[in-house]
C-alpha cells in the first residue's frame, strides 16, 4: 500500500527558511515523478513543484527562486527546500506521486504538513 | 501558462439531483484533464482522469467528459457524502495547474 507521509512543518518567521520531507513507502519511488502541492488557510490547491526520474524539476511561479525540490531515492524521500519564506506562503504542504512518467495526475497525496510564515 | 477556471465556484443543490461542473482551460489540452474531491478536512482525492475514466473505487454517479478545452464533471445523483469541493487540473505539461475549485453543498 503506498503511504506519503510529509514532516518539517511548523511555524517560521518572513524571511526564515524551512525543509520539508515527505517519506514514501509501498512503491518504487525512484520510479515515479513526485510533486508538491499546497492550499492556502480557506483556499484552493496550488501545484508548487515536481520533480521526475531524471532529476529534472519544475516549478510553479510564485516559488522560483526561492523553493527547489530534490529527492533522495535511497531514501525514499522527497524534499522541498523554502527560502525567503513570505506570509503568503503559509499553508498545508501535501506531497502527491504522479500516476506515471508519461502520465502525471496524482494518484497518491500524504496527509499534509502546516507551514505558517508569521513574526 | 494555461489558465483553468471552473464554474460555478460553489452550489447548492438537493439529494438526487443532478449536478455539472465545468472546467475550462485558456488552451487546448487534448483530455490530460483530471477531477480531485476533497471533502472537509481532508485530503483531495482523484475522481476522474483522462478527462472521463472513473479511478478505481470511485462510485458510477461521477462522469466525466471533454476535450480540448471544455470539459465537464457530473455527479448524476447527488448524495449527502458527495458533499466537498471539485477541483479540476491539466496534466499535460508544467505547471499542472488546478481550478479553482467549486464548492457543492445539499440545499
Redesign the interface.
Known amino acids: 500500500e503506498v503511504h506519503l507521509v510529509e514532516s518539517g512543518g511548523g511555524l517560521v518567521q518572513p524571511g526564515g527558511s524551512l525543509r520539508l520531507s515527505c517519506a514514501a513507502s509501498g512503491f518504487t519511488f525512484s520510479g515515479y515523478v513526485m ?1 508538491w ?1 499546497r492550499q492556502a488557510p480557506g483556499k ?4 508548487l513543484s ?1 520533480i521526475d526520474v531524471a532529476g529534472n524539476t ?4 510564485p516559488v522560483k527562486g526561492r523553493f527547489t525540490i530534490s529527492r533522495d531515492n535511497a531514501k525514499n524521500t522527497l524534499y522541498l527546500q523554502m527560502n525567503s519564506l513570505r506570509a503568503e506562503d503559509t499553508g498545508v504542504y ?1 506531497c502527491a506521486k ?2 506515471s512518467s508519461s ?5 497518491y ?4 504538513t502546516l507551514v505558517t510564515v508569521s513574526s | ?1 494555461i489558465q483553468m477556471t471552473q464554474s460555478p465556484s460553489s452550489l447548492s443543490a438537493s439529494v438526487g439531483d443532478r449536478v455539472t461542473i465545468t472546467c475550462r482551460a485558456s488552451q487546448g489540452i487534448s483530455n490530460f484533464l ?1 477531477w ?1 474531491q ?1 471533502k472537509p478536512g481532508k ?4 475522481l476522474i ?2 478527462a472521463s475514466t472513473l ?1 478505481s473505487g470511485v462510485p458510477s454517479r461521477f462522469s466525466g467528459s471533454g476535450s480540448g478545452t471544455d470539459f465537464t464533471l457530473t455527479i448524476s445523483s447527488l448524495q449527502p457524502e458527495d458533499v466537498a ?1 471539485y ?1 479540476c ?1 491539466k ?1 499535460d505539461r ?8 467549486t464548492k457543492v453543498e445539499i440545499k
Open positions: 510533486n502541492v484552493g490547491l496550488e501545484w515536481g519544475y516549478n510553479a511561479d501535501y504522479s500516476f502520465t502525471r495526475y496524482f494518484d497525496w500524504g496527509q499534509g | 501558462d483530471a480531485y476533497q485530503v483531495p482525492n482523484l482522469y483522462a479511478q469541493t477541483y487540473q496534466y508544467a505547471p499542472r495547474t488546478f481550478g479553482q475549485g
